[in-house]
T-cell receptor, first 119, second 114 residues
Framework: AQTVTQSQPEMSVQEAETVTLSCTYD???????LFWYKQPPSRQMILVIR????KQQNATENRFSVNFQKAAKSFSLKISDSQLGDAAMYFC????????????????WGLGTSLAVNP | DTGVSQDPRHKITKRGQNVTFRCDPI?????LYWYRQTLGQGPEFLTY????????KSRLLSDRFSAERPKGSFSTLEIQRTEQGDSAMYLC????????????FGQGTRLTVV
């Protein structure tokens, strides 16, 4: 069974600095998707960034980028120029490829990392 | 349509009572998911609908839980004879059929069983 591990329950960063959140996963599949979702307090889960396993190039979205190491099964999130609004729970999630998972694209989640941004 | 909507946002109920939650997905999304998130944990998959068909249920979904999606639009999740262990955030997500798309989440229903 696939598992996702986030080993940092809490992290903090100074405003305008850079922080990296770690995620490792375990799977025997070769095709899958990885996601980072952000969950602000009392607000909905929103997608931060997505990586397709077949792509070697690391995904980037403005200040957010990932370091995807497929062989090591590692998927870290880097937040540059941290802003106060980045404070939230960050979840790493795994999704099987469509054809491996039948039709169900359920996500398998890590426990999350609580990120505090200090002014 | 501004996103996935869940109702109510909060529910406090006495142990043994039945509760029902509603999720309205984004209108063109035919896939709908329910997850449960307890304090300090990541979400856990409960069940999945494609249109009106419930295609997968997690073993977490005991006999006291039932979900429906009549006509492939909104969905309801009912918990009968609630227990304190049912206290959690219940998240609904929807996605279209397009392969390379993510799921969009509602704000969740926080259930407290006292």
């Amino acid at each position: 069974a696939q598992t996702v591990t986030q080993s940092q329950p809490e992290m903090s960063v100074q405003e305008a600095e850079t922080v990296t959140l770690s995620c490792t996963y375990d799977t025997s599949e070769s095709d899958y998707y990885l996601f980072w979702y952000k969950q602000p307090p009392s607000r909905q889960m929103i997608l931060v960034i997505r990586q397709e396993a077949y792509k070697q190039q690391n995904a980037t979205e403005n200040r957010f980028s990932v370091n995807f190491q497929k062989a090591a099964k590692s998927f870290s999130l880097k937040i540059s120029d941290s802003q106060l609004g980045d404070a939230a729970m960050y979840f790493c999630a795994y999704r099987e490829d469509l054809y491996n998972a039948g039709n169900n694209r359920k996500l398998i989640w890590g426990l999350g990392t609580s990120l505090a941004v200090n002014p | 349509d501004t996103g996935v909507s869940q109702d109510p946002r909060h529910k406090i109920t006495k142990r043994g009572q039945n509760v029902t939650f509603r999720c309205d997905p984004i209108s063109e999304h035919n896939r709908l998911y329910w997850y449960r998130q307890t304090l300090g944990q990541g979400p856990e998959f409960l069940t999945y609908f494609q249109n009106e068909a419930q295609l997968e249920k997690s073993r977490l979904l005991s006999d006291r839980f039932s979900a429906e999606r009549p006509k492939g639009s909104f969905s309801t999740l009912e918990i009968q004879r609630t227990e304190q262990g049912d206290s959690a955030m219940y998240l609904c997500a929807s996605s279209p059929d397009s392969f390379n798309t993510e799921a969009f989440f509602g704000q969740g229903t926080r259930l407290t069983v006292v």
